[in-house]
């Protein structure tokens, strides 16, 4: 993962310059990525690089445009410049169910299950797309028949069901689920398609610790036995440098900082802006 390092004199990162041989270790590559709401600027210049196979973390304050990332890399939002290339393709101009049809998957800050469905039909909607709004605004995809119904089953029990240790509760309602439960569900719901890169927007927000702790397994048991990428967001910072191979710091919709967890946990300017002083190090900003 190179994320926010070496840029030029300007800030910015062309990919450009990139050696053949990181474009084909990296999964997701985001570069200069400009981003604005009328007079206000949500992203200046982002370029996040996630290699394969590897926990890439972007964190950063409140409002600092995390989730604004996430919605311009799944498509949701267009930004007014930059570039988002997914193993080696640029996805820049796809809608985002073009681009969970090319491998990208994603959670959602705030819980977005179907209530009065169970566990089982929730996960099975990720088969169908993986957008907040669900399947009726899909645009994409035909009703599953009884036969692909049966398999879709089948592959969710053996696969994820298991892997994620929902077996138990997989006939029950969702909304009768303890909230960690719940956002482990979602969790299954986006790996369905098998992700290439999965998107995870505060995955332990409002969790206890035991929950944090399970979640951060979960995540580190998909990417081993998948080796699925991971693209994190997350404020809990025991998670974040447990489970991070690289972090990547925003500020105010600027990249500010990246490198391994220990190099960012000690850069006075990451202090700087969770603290509004360098004088302590990073331990939980939650
Ligand atoms: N759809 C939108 N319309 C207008 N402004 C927006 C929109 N989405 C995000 N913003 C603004 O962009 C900035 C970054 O917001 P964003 O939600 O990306 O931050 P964040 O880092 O995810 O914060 P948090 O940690 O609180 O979730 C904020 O000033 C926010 O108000
Ligand atoms: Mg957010």
Redesign the pocket.
């Known amino acids: 993962m190179t994320g926010t390092d070496s840029p030029d004199k300007g800030g910015r990162h062309d990919i450009r310059r990139l050696p053949a041989s990181a474009a084909r270790i990296l999964m997701l590559q985001v570069d200069d990525i400009q981003l604005a709401?009328g007079g206000?600027k949500?992203l200046s210049g982002v370029s996040v690089h996630a290699e394969k196979g590897k926990i890439t973390s972007v964190i950063?304050p409140?409002?600092?445009?995390?989730?604004?990332?996430f919605n311009v890399i799944s498509g949701f939002y267009t930004p007014q410049a930059g570039r988002v290339t997914l193993d080696g393709e640029d996805i820049s101009v796809m809608k985002p169910h073009a681009r969970a049809y090319r491998g990208m998957s994603r959670t959602f800050?705030n819980i977005a299950l179907f209530h009065g469905m169970s566990v089982l039909d929730n996960i099975k909607l990720g088969a169908h797309t993986n957008l907040k709004s669900g399947i009726l605004s899909a645009g994409f995809g035909l009703p599953l028949t009884r036969r692909e119904e049966r398999e879709l089953d089948r592959d969710i029990q053996r696969d994820i069901v298991g892997l994620l240790e929902l077996d138990h509760v997989q006939h029950h309602y969702v909304e009768d689920l303890a909230y960690g439960l719940q956002k482990r569900v979602e969790l299954a719901r986006a790996l369905v398609m098998k992700p290439k890169i999965l998107l995870l927007d505060e995955p332990v927000a409002g969790m206890n610790s035991e929950e944090k702790r399970e979640m951060s397994r979960f995540v580190l048991g998909v990417r081993k036995d998948w080796n699925t990428t991971v693209l994190l967001?997350e404020?809990d910072m025991s998670m974040v440098m447990s489970i991070s191979d690289h972090v990547v710091v925003?500020s105010f919709?600027k990249p500010i900082a990246s490198g391994n967890p220990d190099q960012v946990r000690a850069n006075p300017d990451v202090i700087k802006a969770y603290l509004g002083t360098a004088d302590e190090p990073v331990q939980n900003a939650a």
């Open positions: 709401f206000v949500a950063g409140n409002g600092a445009g995390k989730t604004s990332l800050q967001i404020h925003l919709g």
